[in-house]
């Protein structure tokens, strides 16, 4: 009898998920910033040594942003984010998973880090 | 022969089965429901094999590998289930002690904290409770295309976000456990208040046994088997011959299942001996004090009460406040009762009216009972409900 535990096949057994990191509008305290920046580094660095880490970014805030839209022949160009909202995405970190569950807990870690921030985990197709 | 019965039983067997081999729930479901269609054909004929669920594993088995054959070069996913299909072939011997922990993953899968709570419920009843969607739909008062939809929205989730289908890690158990326990015990009730279900409260029954075995140090999983076993104790003496429910002051006591009264009795000793109550616990106690008590009229309602509080403290749903009023009308009279239930905002529960009318008729306002009645009657949702609230309007 085959004794079957965890993530059943090989090529199941690494997938590939996006922490995003919703931040609400309005620029930090840079005082308030400083540990939370150096306990993110620590992670990310916890997440290399681990072998998770496979890619991460923050990003400048939205009223930066540029929309392009293509209609027959014609690219419409707007100024500001796709979506106007309160909180948006300030930042992303890709890691390498066996699961879910195995995903969820470095999201719960990067989310304790970026209390209160939402942290989303999607994964790659 | 009925064999929806049958596939009702075996469904979750033969699911969970397959779905460890063949890592995908979808293909999985379709497979065995292939074996249900042959069983359809073969076993009027050739009668109902010895083991219903080995032949039907066996069958899905067979006709996952004609499928996977015919598909199996493209995915490389594909090739590996059909090798271990192939290795567990004519393995049916051994399936009884696998089957059993296949269930227990896939009700963790179902029952993954990434999952919305209705999902859960929705998932575990369909995959493990082998309700049909139209059945589930019904449960949960959606239209049947909107819960098809919805499951299979969370198969696709399970298998695009990697849901694992296993047990948790023992770090992560006690967190996971809460969402399974919730989930057992609303299967439970949904073979308990459909009487002709029994087979769902088995199941809930089953596979609570396999995890108080699995978590023997968590004394919620021993409290919801010895409330469930308390309730379904009760089953021979709370449905007549004609298939009406008999409540609870009403039964023949001696009809109560005696084994299973002593087993819950016995469980509900050993895990309150943990002082670590809560909420399945303190109603499986409640419970035991009803079993306790030879006829109604020698319950020990000051107890009962006493549960109820602390009952309160740790679940304060207006549910248990109206069984706490239950209680309460018994010990301290119907006054006082009716003042606590005319206090819940509970009116789309049938019980609400029902309780309200008979603590309305036992305060002699006969009017107002009735009242009360027709509103419960309009607010059952089951035939079986329906049928005892018309006894008590007519009582």
Redesign the interface.
Same mark, same amino acid.
């Given at each position: 009898?085959?004794v079957?535990?965890?993530?059943?096949?090989?090529? !199941?057994a690494m997938?590939q998920y996006l922490l995003s990191i919703y931040q609400p509008d309005g620029t930090p305290e840079p005082e308030a910033l400083e540990p939370v920046m150096r306990n993110l580094d620590a992670l990310n660095k916890e997440m290399r040594a681990a072998g998770v880490w496979v890619f991460a970014a923050g990003l400048h805030p939205p009223e930066t942003a540029t929309v392009l839209r293509a209609t027959g022949e014609e690219v419409l160009v707007t100024d500001g984010p796709f979506i106007e909202a309160k909180e948006f995405l300030g930042g992303f970190t890709v890691i390498r998973?066996?699961?879910?569950?195995a995903?969820?807990e470095w999201g719960r870690k990067l989310a304790a880090v970026l209390s209160p921030l939402a942290i989303e985990?999607?994964?790659f !197709? | 022969m009925n064999l929806d019965g049958v596939f009702r039983r075996e469904y979750g067997r033969a699911v969970s089965v397959l779905v460890?081999s063949l890592?995908d729930i979808g293909l999985a479901e379709e497979v065995v429901q292939d074996a249900f269609v042959e069983a359809v054909r073969r076993w009027p004929a050739d009668g109902v094999p010895p083991s219903p669920a080995g032949w039907l594993i066996t069958t899905a088995r067979n006709r996952a590998i004609d499928r996977l054959r015919r598909e199996a070069t493209r995915e490389?996913?594909h090739r590996?289930?059909l090798e271990?299909l192939a290795?567990?072939r004519g393995?049916e011997e051994?399936e009884e002690g696998?089957v059993r922990d296949d269930r227990l993953r896939l009700i963790f899968t179902c029952c993954?904290?990434?999952l919305a709570m209705g999902v859960r419920v929705a998932l575990t009843l369909r995959l493990l409770g082998g309700l049909t969607t139209e059945e589930v739909a019904r449960a949960f008062l959606v239209p049947e295309p909107t819960m098809a939809q919805r499951l299979v929205r969370a198969k696709n989730k399970i298998r695009?976000?990697?849901?694992? /289908?296993?047990v948790? /890690?023992e770090a992560?158990l006690p967190a996971r456990l809460g969402g399974v326990l919730a989930v057992l015990y609303l299967i439970f009730n949904e073979g308990y208040s459909t009487v002709d279900r029994p087979e769902l409260s088995a199941e809930a029954i089953r596979l609570g046994r396999v995890l108080a075995a699995l978590m023997p140090d968590e004394p919620e999983v021993t409290g919801l088997l010895a409330l469930m076993l308390l309730s379904e104790s009760r089953r021979p003496a709370r449905v007549t011959d004609d298939g009406e429910l008999v409540l609870l002051p009403d039964q023949d006591r001696g009809r109560w299942d005696r084994g299973m009264v002593e087993e819950g009795h016995a469980l509900v000793r050993q895990c309150l001996r943990r002082g670590r109550p809560g909420p399945y616990q303190i109603q499986a106690a409640i419970n035991a004090v009803h079993s306790d008590a030879p006829t109604t009229g020698e319950t020990d309602w000051a107890q009962v009460v006493a549960l109820y509080d602390q009952l309160m403290v740790v679940a304060p749903t207006p549910v248990v406040a109206l069984n706490r009023a239950v209680a309460v009308a018994e010990l301290r009279g119907p006054a006082e009762a009716l003042d606590l239930v005319d206090a819940l905002a509970l009116d789309r529960y049938h019980l609400h009216h029902s309780v309200r009318g008979n603590l309305l008729r036992r305060l002699g306002r006969p009017d107002e009972a009735a009242a009360a009645y027709e509103t419960a009657l309009r607010m059952a949702t089951t035939d079986a409900d329906r049928t005892v609230v018309r006894r008590l309007l007519d009582g």
């Open positions: 009898m085959w079957v535990t965890g993530c059943l096949r090989k090529d !199941q997938k998973a066996e699961d879910l569950d995903a969820m985990v999607r994964p !197709q | 460890r890592g490389e996913r590996q289930a271990l290795a567990e393995d051994g696998v993954h904290p990434s695009d976000a990697g849901i694992p /289908y296993r948790p /890690y992560d």
